[in-house]
Structures are given as structure tokens and as C-alpha cells.
């Protein structure tokens, strides 16, 4: 949460799909490879260098494990310092009031 998400006039969010021409293998969890663009694969590298601190990618499940390290701590800490909805584990109206009396 940042002050454009707050102020709601700013934020914008993009998606752009990229399909390269050149392809290579790529190791998946060591039993699964698949085959991905090259271009494509080493922006998937440079931002796992950048956002999770994985220097060398030999195993993509190792990397993706990694980012669910992160995401899960960072839920952790948010429900923590917020306790506040919407919230994932949060599937009956009780789990609300729940989660309410808590905060």
C-alpha cells in the first residue's frame, strides 16, 4: 500500500505479453524441463536477482519457492501491523468478526 494506491487517481498497472523467437530449456523442480524464449527467460532471471536476492537460477522451482518465502512473510507482517479485510483466510462473515475483535 503507497500513497497513489491511497489517493486513487494515480496508480496504474500494466501487462504486456512478449513472445521471443529463440528458445531453451529450462529445469523445473529437476524432473520437469520446459522450453521458454530466451529473451523472456533472462528477464524472468534478472528480476529474481533483483527482487529475491537468487544470484545463480539452476532449478526455477527453487526460485518460485523462494518468492513464496517472501510473499508468505510479507502476509505475515501485514496481517500483523493491519489486521484488516479483505484477507484471504477469511471465508465466513465469523471469521470477520473475528478477525475485528482482534485488531
Given amino acids: 500500500i503507497n500513497e497513489r494506491s491511497l489517493a486513487g487517481d494515480r496508480d496504474s498497472e ?8 529463440e528458445k531453451r530449456s ?3 523442480d529437476d524432473d520437469i ?8 527467460h ?6 529474481f536477482r533483483m527482487h529475491c536476492g537468487v544470484q545463480e ?3 526455477f522451482g527453487v526460485a518460485y519457492r523462494k518468492f513464496g ?6 502476509t505475515r507482517m501485514y496481517r500483523e501491523t493491519f489486521g484488516c479485510v479483505p484477507d484471504g ?11 475485528k475483535k482482534k485488531a
Fill in 14 to 21: 500494466t501487462c504486456m505479453l512478449v513472445r521471443g523467437v
Fill in 26 to 28: 529450462v529445469r523445473f
Fill in 33 to 40: 524441463t520446459v522450453e521458454v524464449s530466451c529473451f523472456v
Fill in 42 to 47: 533472462q528477464v524472468r532471471c534478472d528480476l
Fill in 57 to 59: 537460477i539452476e532449478d
Fill in 69 to 74: 518465502e517472501i510473499a508468505g512473510g510479507n
Fill in 89 to 99: 483466510k477469511m471465508w465466513k462473515y465469523t471469521d470477520v468478526k473475528k478477525m
